[in-house]
């Protein structure tokens, strides 16, 4: 027997009722702060230009996109859905495992919950939820995904999203098995994109949410997949990453420990690399004596991965978006220089504010060779060298928005209130407000697809 058919047992018979409510309330939070991010995605670039595309396909309108009127088939909602919420680079990160996860998974379940063709009581919208971001995050910790070329969150969020579908959707255990095993026949995505400021980086969580939808489908329809896609000759740790996956850290507490604990919440809309420097440069400039300070030079020790990722030398005649996503002097430039790092930041005339690009230009980013594990982005060491000869060497080891520095709730209400200003359309202080109390309130929810429609396009609002 494979290890796939006791992961296929664990999410079908894990029992809602023992989920730690702990748990049920941080899947909200996550869930509030995607649909946040998936309204200020409706405006990132190349998003508009998808949904017109999917629509123009047209078929069956089975599902409900986020801001959009659009109801369309419900792999191409799905894929609309979590595209939204990866764009703009600014949803959940676990910083172990690597990933962002909630974008694949609730890009499927929204989906998934409307294909139901029943009421969705909202602690089983959650407990799928939980369950699918567990299981990513535990296949992405089980091998050495950083040292290849694959972008874990597609590759593996496929599988959380398959999971969490699964279990909405009541397949049975040869149903799971065989979607699992047609899903692993669609694991892609590459960290190519990333070098090359491509706007594909954002659309590779939505290829998982789309083609989990589409394996769940098939797997109802009785098609087979393969079925030893754990551990068997081809199975994903040999054929990706040339090795057998950890089973110690697929298995520890299966089913006791899920973690969706270890999900931090992005403060800053670009790569978690980014974040350990910005968090030093807005710690700084706001303490006394150095308020108001010039910078000559700023230094930051990092691992290799790291640099080769964000740390290059940035454009001097202007960024493009994801180049900017995916910039450390470009970040800490911003962060020094306007006491924050927003949505705005990445868009229009400021990927080409002069100011900005000459302090990013006296960033450098080099490698730390004493670094405890040199394929992770932390702990950074920053060092800020004033004109006046001033100098602080600051060493940051964790990153606000995760469990050890969390951001607070009063931050992440802010941060889901800003991202709806840039939504495509306009979102009043009631819809707003109807959002967040809808969202918030999900656990008393006898029908999901009824009580949050307010997530929804107006179109499709009844």
């Known amino acids: 027997m494979d290890l796939i058919e006791k992961i296929a047992d664990y999410v079908l018979e894990t029992d809602t009722n023992a989920i730690p409510n702990d748990d049920l309330r941080i899947a909200k939070m996550f869930l509030l702060d995607s649909v946040g991010v998936g309204f200020a995605g409706s405006t990132a670039m190349g998003v508009n230009s998808m949904v017109e595309q999917l629509s123009e396909w047209g078929g069956k309108e089975e599902a409900r996109l986020l801001v959009f009127p659009n109801r369309l088939p419900a792999p191409w909602a799905a894929y609309a859905n979590a595209l939204m919420m990866h764009a703009r680079d600014f949803d959940d990160v676990h910083d172990v495992a690597g990933i962002h996860a909630n974008a ?36 992405a910790m089980s091998v050495p995904h950083r040292k290849s070329g694959w972008h874990a969150s597609s590759v593996f969020g496929i599988m959380g999203a398959v ?61 087979q997949g393969a079925k030893n896609i754990i551990e068997g000759k081809y199975g994903v740790g040999f054929t990706y990453f040339n ?28 790569c978690r690399g ?19 300070k010039k910078i000559e030079s700023v230094r930051i020790l990092t691992s290799l991965r790291t ?20 910039s450390i002097p470009y970040t800490v430039a911003t962060a020094w220089l306007k006491g924050k790092v927003g949505l705005d930041d990445f868009m229009g005339s400021a990927l080409s504010d002069q100011q900005i690009l000459e302090l990013a230009g006296k960033v450098e980013v080099d490698v730390d060779p004493d670094l405890p594990d040199p394929m992770m982005g932390i702990p950074q060491t920053i060092e800020f060298k004033a004109v006046d000869g001033q100098k602080r060497v600051m060493v940051v080891s964790s990153r606000s928005g995760c ?32 959002i967040l109390n809808s969202i918030m309130n999900i656990e008393n929810s006898r029908d999901v697809n009824k009580d949050i429609h307010v997530i929804y396009g107006r179109r499709t609002v009844e």
């Open 243 to 270: 090795q057998a996956l950890d089973k110690e850290c697929l298995l520890h507490e299966l089913g006791n420990y899920f973690e969706i604990r270890r999900l931090a919440i992005k403060p800053y809309p670009c």
């Open 163 to 223: 999971a969490a579908g699964g279990r909405l959707l009541g397949l049975t255990r040869d149903e799971l098995v065989n979607a699992f095993g047609i899903a692993y026949s669609q694991m892609s995505g590459n960290r190519q994109c990333m070098l090359d400021d491509a706007l594909t980086k954002r659309m590779q969580p939505a290829f998982a949410a789309q083609n989990a939808v589409i394996s769940l489908l098939y797997a109802k329809r009785g098609i």
């Open 307 to 326: 640099k080769v990722q964000i740390g290059e030398p940035t454009n001097p005649h202007g960024m493009t978006q994801v180049g900017a996503q995916f």
């Open 403 to 434: 469990p050890e520095k969390p951001l607070s709730n009063h931050r992440i209400k802010a941060k889901f209130e800003n991202c709806l200003k840039f939504s495509q359309e306009h979102v009043s202080e009631d819809h707003s407000s109807e």
């Open 104 to 139: 694949p998974v609730l890009g499927t379940l929204l989906a998934a919950s409307e294909l139901s063709g029943r009421e969705v009581a909202g602690k089983d919208f959650l407990s799928a939820q939980i369950i699918g971001i567990d299981l990513a995050a535990r296949l």
């Open 274 to 292: 980014c974040h350990a420097a910005i968090d030093a440069a807005l710690e700084l400039r706001e303490k006394e004596e150095w308020i108001g």
